[in-house]
């Protein structure tokens, strides 16, 4: 889920599918992950985090997989709805850092 | 809970003037609030974090007598763009943390759209 310039990844959904948005983070001593919802126009929204001592954590149609290994982060949205049509951004907490380092983002479009 | 309010939502005014922002946490005490600038199509760019009571530390390019940033208490953080120009022009957001913003979720407002004419 990763982009270079002006042009955002755009997963595109059908409602009903299970989406998997991917972000691959640049630090390997973050020990902090979260994922954000931003609709047009509005603030993002948090979804859900994941702190580096797990590798999977559930909530309400969302999962997140963290792969330290690959400094690998997803989030998985099961059974896709038209709400769910947004950018998505993944960020992730370099413990010197004191801030958050957010990914590009990916525009996801949820088709009926 | 964790509910952060900006405003305005929208401002349009004429170039020179300076235009106010206001960043509230509701219902919790921030003891750092973030301010961001965010472009179409691209992702948050974090222009200085700031900690109740003390001065805001910019990052690296943002002129810090541009955008004036105050955090004069626990629940309110304030950022005045200076004499604002149309390369102002942005989507401007807020988010507050309650402890220093590490290994907690930063909650955002809804942002201040800012058009200079």
């Known amino acids: 889920g990763e982009s270079v310039g002006l042009h955002l990844p755009t997963l595109s959904v059908q409602e009903g599918d299970n989406s998997i948005i991917n972000c691959a983070y640049s630090n390997s001593a973050s020990d902090y992950f979260i994922w954000y919802k931003q609709e047009s126009g509005k603030g993002p929204q948090f979804i859900i985090d994941?702190?580096?001592?797990?590798d999977k954590r559930q909530g309400q149609r969302v999962t997140v997989l963290l792969n330290k290994t690959v400094k690998h982060l997803s989030l998985q949205i099961a059974a896709t709805q038209p709400g769910d049509s947004a950018v998505y951004f993944c960020?992730?907490?370099?413990?010197?850092?004191?801030?958050?380092?957010f990914g590009a983002g990916t525009q996801v479009v949820v088709t009926p | 809970g964790a509910v952060v309010s900006q405003h305005p939502s929208r401002v349009i005014c004429k170039s020179g003037t300076s235009v106010k922002i206001e960043c509230r946490s509701l219902?919790?005490?921030?003891?750092?609030m973030f301010w961001y600038r965010q472009f179409p199509k691209q992702s948050l760019m974090l222009m200085a974090t700031s900690n109740e009571g003390s001065k805001a530390t910019y990052e690296q390019g943002v002129e810090k007598d541009k955008f004036l940033i105050n955090h004069a208490s626990l629940t309110l953080s304030t950022l005045t763009v200076t004499s604002a120009h149309p390369e102002d022009s942005s989507f401007y957001i807020c988010?507050?943390?309650?402890?220093?913003?590490?290994?907690?979720?930063?909650?955002f407002g809804d942002g201040t759209r800012l058009s200079i004419l």
């Open positions: 994941i702190r580096s001592n797990m």
């Open positions: 219902d919790f005490q921030a003891t750092t």
């Open positions: 988010s507050a943390a309650t402890g220093g913003g590490s290994n907690q979720p930063q909650h």
């Open positions: 960020a992730e907490n370099p413990p010197s850092w004191g801030k958050l380092q």
